[in-house]
């Protein structure tokens, strides 16, 4: 077909289709063939044996419309006015050499949203993500400018290639025949395409070409290059402070984007950023996204900068902005830890009011990380029992006890629940030595300890402020098991 020899590329492709009579794409190419050599009706004809088939190839349906079968409208709905399509089409024809029939499916594709994009249609646009789709992908433009620059039409080329120079998020080229396509437009001084062509690198592992790529792409006026330079940083190059430093960077660009600020917390996080800058990162952000997507972790920013009252306040705000009633008691981990850290602060009746907040119950189970037929109420139990004992009601504290105690201690459960459970073994410790039945506790405590051990972790002692050490490790100190398997739960 590249020679325009289409007679010989006929009788092919109607062997192949002897050969293979369900070949979806076999048949459009003998359409576009007849069609070639004039014979509009032996077009048509062909057309017909693939009309009744359930899978039908996107050429089916560009040979239907430069045949004259269906209009222009026709051709989008059946292409469900997806402008990738058209692009991959257009692809399809410039690789046979049909550059006239490729440039009407492309100039087709730029056509669908002229009249712009329905953005209230699409879920949070930029309000909360600070990005949006405002124009068709720029691959269309860029692929007519690449067919004018293979054609002699340098002129054009430039023109086409001025015009798709521009960023869209969520456009990017995943067509090896794309890097032919995007070298030829970075050539040709169109900057986006580096961007997108450092994107195509960077998945097919040629990670130094996308770094150049990227480094040239840095004029676009967005932050998504130097994000992706970070992105090398830490995956290829293993350098989480050098990634850090760029994510810094990026989001000093784009403060709004929501993406960047969660990979820059977790960056600091991983560089041991003390608690208060992490929380300043939290507390930059939109209100719409603090009290949305990142107010669990805002929660958990306050608590580990130790601004518990200040993360009660905004779980309230949160709670009365965005809901009829107060839904507290979904904060099922958040109160609970919050009334540990009242009871240690002399705060016994405050406890109490967000340990009654804190009751798992079916309409806020989801809240809750472990299953919902799994809610281990241990500690909750346990500090109801020990802030009324803090205030001299010895009935309801022994009641609590007991309830702490009677809570099921042997269960299995997956590896990355180990952990808490051995905890929840440790306030039933708690609670026995509560209700004098020490030496029972400090056998629990044994095998909690034992299991410890195995995790090179400290061995505890039976007190609550031992929790403050809970996940403390001394491997110098420690026999450390290689696999580090614990013993059976």
């Known amino acids: 077909m590249l020679r325009q020899d289409y007679e010989s590329a006929l009788r092919f492709l109607e062997e192949a289709v002897r050969a293979n009579t369900m070949s979806i794409r076999t048949y459009p190419l003998i359409a576009l063939c007849r ?13 017909q044996e693939v009309s009744g088939s359930a899978l039908t190839d996107l050429m089916y349906y560009s040979e239907l419309w430069f045949l004259g079968r269906i209009n222009e409208s026709d051709i989008k709905r059946e292409l469900f006015d997806d402008e990738w399509r058209f692009l991959e089409l257009g692809l399809n024809y410039t690789e046979l050499g049909l550059y006239d ?51 002699g039409r340098d002129d054009v080329a430039r023109e086409h290639f001025k015009q ?31 961007h997108y062509l450092g994107n195509y690198l960077y998945h097919n592992l040629r990670h130094d ?33 050098k990634a850090r430093t760029l994510l810094r960077d990026a989001l000093a660009e784009n403060p709004h984007d929501l993406f960047l600020r969660v990979e820059l917390i977790e960056a600091e996080n991983a560089c041991g950023a003390n608690a208060d800058a992490v929380l300043a990162l939290y507390l930059e ?27 009660a306040d905004y779980l309230r705000t949160v709670d009365s902005r965005y809901t009829d009633t107060s839904k507290e008691a979904g904060w099922y981990d958040f109160c609970i830890r919050y009334a540990d850290y009242l009871i240690d602060h002399d705060e016994p009746k405050t406890a109490l009011e967000w340990l009654k907040r804190s009751r798992p119950n079916p309409e806020n189970l989801t809240y809750v990380n472990y299953p919902e037929d799994m809610i281990y109420r241990h500690q909750e139990l346990y500090l109801t029992g020990l802030a009324y004992k803090m205030l001299g009601d010895r009935e309801n504290a022994e009641a609590h006890f007991r309830q702490t105690v009677q809570r099921p201690a042997e269960f299995y459960f997956f590896r990355p629940f180990e952990e808490m459970i ?8 708690l609670a026995m030595k509560e209700l004098d039945l020490e030496p029972a506790a400090r056998s629990l405590l044994a095998g909690i300890n034992k299991y410890r051990e195995t995790c090179a972790l400290v061995p505890l002692e039976l007190d609550k402020a031992e929790l403050m050490r809970w996940g403390e490790s001394d491997p110098d100190s420690l026999v450390v098991v290689a696999d580090n398997t614990g013993p059976e739960i």
């Open 35 to 47: 069609r070639k050599l004039g014979e509009l009706d032996g077009a048509a004809a062909a057309m």
């Open 101 to 151: 029939e490729a440039e009407k499916l492309l100039d087709l594709g730029i056509s669908l949203h002229t009249d712009g994009w329905e953005l209230e249609n699409i879920y949070n646009p930029e309000r909360l993500w600070g990005i949006s789709r405002k124009r068709e992908t720029p691959f269309l433009h860029v692929l007519k400018g690449y067919i004018a620059a293979i054609t």
């Open 422 to 429: 051995f905890q929840f073994r440790f306030y039933i410790a």
């Open 164 to 194: 798709g120079d521009y960023f869209e998020y969520s456009v990017n080229a995943n067509q090896v025949d794309m890097e032919d396509v995007l070298k030829t437009a970075a050539e040709y001084g169109n900057i986006t395409a580096n």
């Open 209 to 241: 070409e996308a770094v150049r790529c990227w480094e040239a792409a840095k004029g676009i006026g967005c932050s998504v290059n130097t994000r992706n330079l970070a992105v090398y940083a830490q995956y290829v190059e293993k350098d989480m402070e």
């Open 285 to 311: 952000a939109p209100q719409e996204q603090r009290d949305t997507f990142l107010n669990r972790g805002m929660l958990a920013a306050y608590m580990r900068a130790g601004k518990w009252e200040e993360a």
